[in-house]
């Protein structure tokens, strides 16, 4: 049997790897497709992900943009001549670019017996940070070929529950969540000295990060707050110097050294996912990472956050006050075994391999 992993953006390709690994655990001949353009630094890259082939993809500038339209629909075009020569049982096909879904669809109607799994990572144009630019006419347009085209599809993955409302309103048929994973982490146990509250930010510093809202839940605390912010974007000095009037900030820029990580992140009370409002996400990579380091969630994202919070008591939620119970997230930190433990239930890489062949042995048949 043959299989065709493909993606187009570098940021899915620890996922479309693991699929790969998945696959071939199931005794299938692989082809693997990504883009030699990083959608992130708008640049190409020397490198990409092992096992992957990387297809010469049209580059841009901008993200809301019909050269990013027309990127997407040649890389789609592209990936799919070379689908067709490799004549695949099964594609596992993760999405956006929806592009890929409309070649999904084209290729199901000249091979029927083909099996086709969609992963849908994030729902474009849902998830654009700002409410006008979904009515723009590039978004109408990407959503038309996610609506228009899912119903190829097998079987269509879910990143999270969030999504389901709006893909049961597109697709008929089963739809599983498989939420991301991370190899398995080290946790701090012990418990933190001194008279501070230490928080964390882990992750990329753009548009949709509610820096005034961090802020007023800093200034909420009644105590001193030693905030350590590890990543980068475009919104770094504004965070810097915002949370630096209010906290005592360590900037630590991108980390990628396991050990540097645990010694910054696990001397840490809790992590920061506050977002601003009416974001399609259900749950961030970051709040992953934090459950892997031990550390509880200060939250303000609904539904799969929202709800792990509550049922698991892995954090607290904030509203419109940004006010949290301070004790509880020091005891939660120093207690944090239950939130490993969740996090191993969740989100292992053997709980993604493991519901990832349920899926494929359903879809075989």
């Not at 120093?334 to 493991?354: A, D, M, T, W």
């Amino acid at each position: 049997m043959r299989a065709v992993v493909v993606t187009c953006f570098e940021s899915n390709e620890k996922r479309a790897h693991l699929a790969y690994e998945t696959l071939k655990g199931k005794g299938y001949e692989l082809l693997a497709l990504t883009s030699n353009f990083s959608h992130v630094k708008k640049s190409y890259r020397q490198e990409t992900i092992a096992d992957f082939q990387a297809i010469e993809t049209k580059s841009y500038r901008k993200n809301l943009s019909i050269d990013r339209m027309l990127s997407h629909r040649r890389f789609a075009k592209d990936a799919f001549k070379q689908i067709e020569e490799y004549d695949p049982d099964l594609i596992y096909c993760l999405a956006p670019a929806n592009s890929l879904i409309k070649e999904c669809d084209d290729y199901k109607k000249r091979h029927p017996a083909c099996k086709i799994i969609i992963d849908i990572i994030d729902m474009w144009p849902e998830s654009l940070p700002l409410s006008f630019l979904r009515k723009t006419p590039p978004a109408y347009l990407w959503r038309k070929l996610r609506k228009d085209h899912l119903s190829c599809a097998d079987l269509v993955i879910a990143e999270c529950a969030y999504y389901l409302e709006t893909l049961k309103k597109e697709y008929q048929g089963a739809i599983k969540v498989i939420y991301w994973c991370k190899d398995e982490g080290i946790y701090q146990t012990k418990a933190i000295e001194g008279n501070k509250l230490r928080l964390c930010y882990l992750g990329s510093i753009n548009n949709i990060i509610a820096i005034d809202l961090i802020r007023k839940t800093i200034e909420n605390c009644q105590m001193d707050v030693e905030v350590h912010i590890i990543g980068d974007g475009e919104k770094r000095e504004e965070m810097v110097k915002s949370l630096g009037e209010v906290a005592d900030v360590k900037y630590h820029g991108l980390v990628y050294d396991a050990k540097k990580k645990k010694e910054i992140m696990g001397n840490c009370h809790a992590g920061i996912n506050i977002y601003k409002e009416g974001l399609y996400i259900g749950l961030t990579s970051k709040c992953i990472d934090y459950f892997q380091y031990g550390l509880p969630l200060i939250n303000n994202i609904k539904s799969d956050t929202f709800d792990f919070i509550n049922n698991y008591d892995v954090g607290f939620n904030i509203d419109q006050d940004c006010r949290f119970d301070v004790k509880k997230i020091i005891a939660l930190r120093n207690n944090n075994q239950p939130i490993y433990e969740f996090y191993l239930s969740h989100f292992s890489k053997e709980v993604f391999i493991r519901d990832l062949e349920a899926i494929i042995e359903e879809v075989q048949g």
